[in-house]
């Protein structure tokens, strides 16, 4: 591609043309296309063995992943596992102690995914991309939910039909804080991604309230933390939710080995109405020396070597002593 410049002003005149040969603006080409070849680039690296298949034939697929000892940037299920670490370790707080990750399982839904990332899409148009809030959130369930979480999705008709109406409006309840959710997990934690979009504060209980007029989602946060992490986060689309780990984990106290003195365990002590703390065992009350005399025995109960006793040797002394004072 080339510009024409007429320096002289007489487009007649072949000698006062002077042609400069300029080459396409790359540098802007790259910068509009290079993010999402980067972006689609960083998603088949970060695919699993089989789940671009899985995605190409509409099929349903899982992984199951434990932590690795080996550090590698380019190992797939250590990038997941890393991430549903970090979350969890992050959110968790002093029951870091108490709860251990053991292991994940990584979901594969196409029909969910499409319809997640075209409600994406919506809110990024609407709110822009910036503006449309995107998290990590944790739920706690029934064992016997997962395989129908994870196929159909979260059901919207079954809130307040299984589940109570909610304190802060008529949804599905996530949490970003790994602890709030265990207090609602019966044998299984899920994390999921989830579309906040515009969300809309709340600080009081609404059992069962609607959707808020002009906004995608409700959130509450206790803890008044500044940047907004929400402790309960309301959901009512269920195109804004996409499950996609669930965690497997452990209590770490099943790890100590059991102390020689057998002690009371954390049930027990709650289920006997006593504080749950660190127990001591009793200490061992220390036998008193055979050849010590009780304080209050008797003096004519001592026995001497002879037979005889204390009250007998008394009488014995009084006497001699009165016979010497006659004399």
Known sequence: MADVIDLCGDSDDDDGVIVIETKPKRKEMVTKSGPQQEQQQQQQQRMMPGEAEALENNKIKSWKIKPSRNSDDTDPGEYHYRICESQWNRTLGSYRAIYELESIEYYVNPALRRRFEKKKAEYNEKFGEQGNIKILGFHGTGSNNVQGIVQEGF?????????????????????EYAHVSLAYCKGAMLLCRVLLGKPYPMSNVKVGAKLQAGYTSHINNNNGVANGIGTEVVIFDEAAI??????????????IPTPAIAMPTMTQAIAAGKQATATQPPKQQKEEPQYRRPRKRPVNSVRHLDGSSTASALNDYFKLMKKRAKK
């Open 155 to 175: 059901k919207l008709s079954k809130v307040g039909s299984s589940t109570d109406p909610g304190w802060y409006g008529k949804g599905v309840y996530f949490s």
């Open 242 to 255: 996409l499950p996609i780990y669930q965690l497997q984990f452990t209590r770490t106290a099943q790890n």
